[in-house]
DNA sequence: TCTTGACTTGAAGTCAACTTCAAGTTCTAC
DNA sequence: GTAGAACTTGAAGTTGACTTCAAGTCAAGA
């Protein structure tokens, strides 16, 4: 009977919208029991599984890949602090790779800003990874916070 | 008559689809005269404008914020290689912070998973900015190449 | 001249991660 | 017992940056 959360509690404790408590629940990252009425009832191991929800949103993985490592998790009972320790490991790993290649754009431009080159094909800027085709429609994400727009230009 | 480039040709020297030129003209990024027929055909200056957008679009700026950007170039003439230095000098800022950002995050991230707390309010990871309500739908941007899917988990 | 490939348009589709809506149901406090 | 807040559902809308489609028009070489 640890499963008497309802949606509004769950909702302000973790942050998270109840529409996109829902939305996870379809897409399988959390689970909820069912009233006699059929109203969701939470057990309180969500909230920490919304915690790490949000801390890989940040690090930006997918909601695909978040249900994946969610997945791992042992069935049965709560998942202990050595589980999310070691499903989280590999997040410093993209986050270095992440941060890198900012690093290397940024010094890029430090060369290329004085020469105005920006050559389609030479320069780090306009093509860091010397590639030519993107590939794909849709949109690349980015973690939320980390994207602040900047005032001037 | 500087402007006899083909959309084939801007496409296949630029990496743009053409439906990515087409687009980049409606929303005011990019210009293009016409044949007798109706048929477009660009300055090569277009080609340096495009390498900017590559540049900009992988530094993280939106499409409104590039536009905004080559609104303040010079009308009547073509852009120097100081023009060109001049608009895209605030990007360094910009990756300053995105980098500063995603360091602080991955700071967090060792002294966390080794207590493997995430906790909602507490935890550098779940809760960088010490938020809890994200604001609007729709996605946040990262530079495409900045974003590479990680093999394991 | 004819054919074929390149081009034109507006409208609609895509992707991720949600939110919003409408229309109805349940829970809880009085 | 009832008001009203909280809940339920599926469907459709939102955002940014494009792509894809259908139905036709243009350009260039043989």
């Known amino acids: 009977?640890?499963?008497?959360?309802?949606?509004?509690?769950?909702?302000?404790?973790?942050g998270f919208a109840p529409s996109a408590l829902r939305f996870y629940e379809r897409r399988g990252l959390i689970e909820a029991g069912r009233t006699s009425g059929n109203?969701?009832?939470?057990?309180?191991?969500?909230?920490?599984?919304?915690?790490?929800i949000a801390a890989a949103r940040?690090?930006?993985?997918t909601l695909d890949e978040i249900r994946a490592a969610l997945d791992t998790l042992p069935e049965g009972r709560s998942p202990t602090r050595r589980d999310w320790t070691r499903i989280s490991r590999h997040w410093r790993a993209r986050l270095d790779a992440e941060i890198d290649a900012l690093r290397q754009l940024r010094d890029g431009l430090d060369g290329c800003i004085g020469c105005g080159c920006l050559s389609l094909d030479r320069c780090v800027i306009s093509n860091p990874d010397d590639t030519v085709a993107p590939r794909g429609p849709g949109a690349v994400?980015?973690?939320?916070?980390?994207?602040?727009?900047?005032e001037d230009l």
């Open 1 to 14: 009977m640890a499963d008497q959360l309802t949606v509004a509690e769950v909702a302000a404790r973790s």
């Open 39 to 52: 109203q969701r009832r939470y057990h309180r191991d969500v909230l920490r599984r919304l915690a790490f």
């Open 58 to 61: 940040h690090v930006g993985l």
């Open 141 to 150: 994400f980015l973690p939320r916070p980390l994207h602040p727009p900047v």
